[in-house]
């Protein structure tokens, strides 16, 4: 009987061993877990009503109390303004600063009931081509959707990173993150010489220092006027 009682409870860690070694992930996959789980709390889909429909978007989330980074395309000329958090709730956002085409970068505000999760922001200038990158954005309204890549090209005529990181419609705004799931880039724009029909792995990015220094040179009380906007 014993016997019988430790075979079954042999049987019963082997499989529980088994099942626990199909859930191990290799290195790089834990990897783009981590960052995924760690950032993906800190992005929001956008939605602007403009003249001739909707402009779709993505945004990071750079302040607690619900300061967002987007691109300035995508809430350019808007009437109304949407962001779903990751959770799935709707604010009502204002629009706070927007640089030109130049820069495309945009500062919206929403007045959350609770502190957000934040991005970080990783220093640009130590990017390297080759490395790889991940990206969050809301391709086609399929929120929270993770792609990688690597850097394909420094463009420093222009000051953009090419990325073969599947970027697409709604992807606007969104993060280019390092490995550590820093923000060292906001996609901005893909080449797709066919007009959307498809993803040819050239997408581009705004360094995140220029970013950074777009956040730091906005008025505060500007900001802090609109979180009295209910």
């Known amino acids: 009987m014993k016997k019988k009682i430790l075979m079954l409870f042999?049987?019963?860690m082997l499989g529980i061993n088994t099942a626990l070694a199909q859930v191990q992930f290799g290195p790089d996959e834990q990897i783009n877990i981590n960052v995924y789980e760690k950032i993906s709390p800190a992005i929001v889909a956008i939605e602007a009503?403009?003249?001739?429909g909707v402009s779709a978007g993505t945004g990071c989330i750079v302040t607690s109390d619900g300061l967002i980074l987007t691109g300035s395309h995508v809430?350019?000329?808007y009437k109304n303004i949407d962001v779903t958090t990751y959770n799935g709730q709707t604010y009502k956002a204002k629009l706070i600063a927007q640089v030109g085409k130049n820069k495309d970068l945009a500062l919206i505000k929403i007045n959350p009931q609770r502190?957000?999760?934040t991005v970080s922001f990783g220093d640009s200038e130590e990017v390297k081509v080759?490395?790889?990158v991940l990206t969050i954005g809301n391709p086609f309204g399929f929120s929270n959707t993770l792609t990688q890549g690597i850097i394909s090209r420094i463009d420093y005529v222009k000051n953009r990173f090419q990325t073969d990181a599947a970027i697409?419609?709604?992807?606007?705004g969104g993060p280019l993150l390092n490995s550590t799931g820093e923000v060292i880039g906001i996609s901005q724009s893909?080449?797709?010489?066919?007009?959307n029909i498809s993803n040819i792995g050239i997408g581009f990015a705004i360094p995140s220092n220029e970013a950074v220094k777009f956040i730091a040179s906005i008025d505060k009380n500007k900001i802090a006027d609109s979180s009295k906007d209910k």
């Open 130 to 132: 080759g490395q790889k």
């Open 75 to 77: 809430v350019d000329k």
């Open 190 to 195: 893909i080449y797709n010489p066919d007009h």
């Open 115 to 117: 502190p957000l999760k």
């Open 10 to 12: 042999t049987l019963i």
């Open 49 to 52: 009503q403009v003249d001739d």
């Open 168 to 172: 697409n419609p709604g992807c606007s």
